[in-house]
T-cell receptor
Framework: DGGITQSPKYLFRKEGQNVTLSCEQN?????MYWYRQDPGQGLRLIYYSQIVNDFQKGDIAEGYSVSREKKESFPLTVTSAQKNPTAFYLC????????????FGPGTRLTVT | KNQVEQSPQSLIILEGKNCTLQCNYTVSPFSNLRWYKQDTGRGPVSLTIMTFSENTKSNGRYTATLDADTKQSSLHITASQLSDSASYIC?????????????FGTGTRLQVTL
């Protein structure tokens, strides 16, 4: 898991509630990423950020929001607009010029009922 | 559309045996290919990474091969151990100039038994 921490490991929420997943890294990496993992599917990119106070949508950004106020932190908010929020969420980070070399956190399993 | 296909979907082998996992991709322009190991409920951990000019890379009992002409890669595990039980994910990077866009395979679920 390297120097990336995600909390909590398990999260339960009622439908209609927003929830924020935490991701912190101490690797001094410039770029950070959020992925979603569902059974039988490859990881899908939600959002990524290459620099503080800047971020870009990935392939499945609808219903999610992020912020990057500090280099070490990249929290993900799952909003009530996300139609199928139950999933395993993975945060990753990399050096700016080595985006193919991403290091992953331990993940957060979100269950929405 | 860029795709990464892995086979088999799942595999059961006896401890001590060897196995080979396959990865076929259509990502272009190709930048790199990486194999990750993911234990259940954990984040993926990198095993090997290969660029266009490399056709083999080893990491202990794990050996990855790459044929960029046929767009195929394999991961060979030698003398399997119970701790090798995990999902193995093939990830292909696309050279986009400023960054590498990654396409993930769905993984091969390996179970090593006694």
């Amino acid at each position: 898991d390297g120097g990336i921490t995600q909390s909590p490991k398990y999260l339960f929420r009622k439908e209609g509630q927003n929830v924020t997943l935490s991701c912190e890294q101490n690797l001094n990496h410039d770029a950070m990423y959020w992925y979603r993992q569902d059974p039988g599917q490859g990881l899908r990119l939600i959002y990524y950020s290459q620099i503080v106070n800047d971020f870009q949508k990935g392939d499945i950004a609808e219903g999610y929001s992020v912020s990057r106020e500090k280099k070490e932190s990249f929290p993900l908010t799952v909003t009530s607009a996300q139609k199928n929020p139950t999933a395993f969420y993975l945060c990753a980070s990399s050096m700016m010029d080595r985006s193919y070399e991403q290091y992953f956190g331990p993940g957060t399993r979100l269950t929405v009922t | 559309k860029n795709q990464v296909e892995q086979s088999p979907q799942s595999l059961i082998i006896l401890e001590g045996k060897n196995c080979t996992l396959q990865c076929n991709y259509t990502v272009s322009p190709f930048s790199n290919l990486r194999w990750y190991k993911q234990d259940t409920g954990r984040g993926p951990v990198s095993l090997t990474i290969m660029t266009f000019s490399e056709n083999t890379k080893s990491n202990g009992r794990y050996t990855a091969t790459l044929d960029a002409d046929t767009k195929q890669s394999s991961l060979h595990i030698t003398a399997s151990q119970l701790s090798d039980s995990a999902s193995y994910i093939c990830v292909v990077g696309e050279n986009t100039g400023t960054a590498s866009k990654l396409t993930f395979g769905t993984g091969t679920r390996l179970q090593v038994t006694l």
